[in-house]
Antibody, heavy 121, light 106 residues
Framework: QVQLVQSGAEVKKPGASVKVSCKVSGYTLTELSMHWVRQAPGKGLEWMGGFDPEDGETIYAQKFQGRVTMTEDTSTDTAYMELSSLRSEDTAVYYC??????????????WGRGTLVTVSS | DIQMTQSPSTLSASVGDRVTITCRAS??????LAWYQQKPGKAPKLLIYKASSLESGVPSRFSGSGSGTEFTLTISSLQPDDFATYYC????????FGQGTKVEIK
């Protein structure tokens, strides 16, 4: 059974960085195209970035460029999302999500359970 | 960037009602649209992909239609388990979500 297992909740101070992990089980990370979506409390879903299978590169939403880095460790089938220069508005649940078959389609039919990141002084 | 606009933001309905949610794209996205259902504290769940294709295991009371810039999600007979928030998402050019439609009990 394919699962995306995310790391636990984090509390960070403004200006700090946070790194959230997403471990794949039941698949290998190279078979997937990992993306990150966040949701602030009481707000909607916001796509942050992910792997574009068309050009083979990670692309970031313009809003997060320069502040977010998405990486992968294929030896452990774990994807990471690091967000720097945190501010209170970054308080949110961060989800990893992917198509099960990115070579065929690009909608997200597999999601992690989410990681709550709280930014507070 | 492509913007997605859903309406209404909130919808009050009763069990058994037919419910329709609209999603508009700021430019044509062909049929590259998905619909998700999200319940409090849970990850989104895929309902519909390619505008009108029903994801495996999703009840047939859910249906999607549209192409280009106008899309709809219809629930033919609302069930107690369907009270949730629904999001559209375009995947024609990068990925963008609509702001969500909360379906609440009337």
């Amino acid at each position: 059974q394919v699962q995306l297992v995310q790391s636990g909740a984090e509390v960070k101070k403004p200006g700090a960085s946070v790194k959230v992990s997403c471990k794949v089980s039941g698949y290998t990370l190279t078979e997937l195209s990992m993306h990150w979506v966040r949701q602030a409390p009481g707000k909607g879903l916001e796509w942050m970035g992910g792997f574009d299978p068309e050009d083979g590169e990670t692309i970031y939403a313009q809003k997060f460029q320069g502040r977010v880095t998405m990486t992968e460790d294929t030896s452990t089938d774990t994807a990471y999302m690091e967000l720097s220069s945190l501010r209170s508005e970054d308080t949110a649940v961060y989800y990893c999500a992917t198509p099960r078959k990115p070579q065929l389609y690009w909608y997200f039919d597999l999601w992690g359970r989410g990681t709550l990141v709280t930014v507070s002084s | 960037d492509i913007q997605m606009t859903q309406s209404p933001s909130t919808l009050s309905a009763s069990v058994g009602d037919r419910v329709t949610i609209t999603c508009r794209a700021s430019q044509s996205i062909s049929s590259w649209l998905a619909w998700y259902q999200q319940k409090p504290g849970k990850a989104p769940k895929l309902l519909i992909y390619k505008a009108s294709s029903l994801e495996s295991g999703v009840p047939s009371r859910f249906s999607g239609s549209g192409s280009g810039t106008e899309f709809t999600l219809t629930i033919s007979s609302l069930q107690p388990d369907d009270f949730a928030t629904y999001y559209c998402q375009q995947y024609n050019s990068l990925w963008t979500f609509g702001q969500g439609t909360k379906v609440e009990i009337k």
